[in-house]
């Protein structure tokens, strides 16, 4: 699976948007990024997967460049219950997940959002 | 529709003892994933089975550790005897068989605290 590298960390305030990017340098021909959240005490909860251009959902959009070499996760307008780590994988979805095979996690982006 | 669910939430044990860890995935998802994340590391992949088959367990650690899930529904993940060094969280996960882009369910996690 591709490597990844984000951010440790990262800070914010209520209301703004946060972009977090992450690198995959080695990404293959038929991986797809996919962005993982997890709250203290909680398992990892799937957010935004895509393969190019731009993904929209009710929770995030995920920016992804032609050359596909990074892509930055977008959280608009956010509030005191996004803090949480933030991660990026990358990697064969018909290998990641229901294909059947693991999921590589890095040591993801800590978002701590402030008032 | 229940979401992953594992039990017990917690578990204390000491050195030398026996712990099982319960895991009951979404009602019709073939794939069943095992991680742990030990002493504030990466989240690491343990094993998957697809129904009842072990489809890839080269992240289980030692013989000390062995997963079943008989019938293909809920599976257990025993550690016999636990060591200190077995203490961590441990996540299981749960996708559909089909392939394609996709998610994986996420459990809240069993701590588990050797002493």
């Known amino acids: 699976l591709a490597k990844t590298t984000q951010p440790i960390s990262m800070d914010s305030y209520e209301g703004q948007e946060v972009n977090i990017t992450c690198s995959h340098n080695n990404i293959a021909t038929n991986d797809y990024i996919t962005w993982y959240q997890q709250f203290p005490s909680q398992g990892p909860r799937f957010i935004i997967q895509g393969y190019k251009t731009k993904v929209t959902n009710e929770v995030a959009s995920l920016f992804i460049p032609a050359d596909r070499k990074s892509s930055t996760l977008s959280l608009p307008r956010v509030s005191l219950s996004d803090t949480a780590v933030y991660y990026c994988l990358v990697g064969d979805p018909a290998r990641l997940t229901g294909g059947g095979n693991k999921l590589t996690f890095g040591t993801g982006t800590q978002l701590k959002v402030e008032l | 529709e229940a979401g992953v669910t594992q039990f017990p939430s917690h578990s204390v044990i000491e050195k030398g003892q026996t712990v099982t860890l319960r895991c009951d995935p979404i009602?019709?998802?073939?794939?069943l994933y095992w991680y742990r994340r030990v002493m504030g590391k990466e989240i690491k992949f343990l094993l998957h089975?697809?129904?009842?088959?072990?489809?890839?367990e080269s992240g289980m650690p030692n013989n000390r550790f062995l997963a079943e899930r008989t019938g293909g529904t809920y599976s257990t993940l025993k550690v016999q005897p636990a060591e200190l060094e077995d203490s961590g969280v441990y996540f299981c996960?749960?996708?559909?068989?089909?392939?394609?882009?996709?998610?994986?369910?996420f459990g809240q996690g069993t701590r588990l605290t050797v002493v």
């Open positions: 009602s019709g998802h073939d794939n």
């Open positions: 996960a749960s996708s559909p068989r089909w392939g394609g882009p996709t998610e994986a369910f």
């Open positions: 089975f697809v129904k009842e088959s072990k489809q890839d």
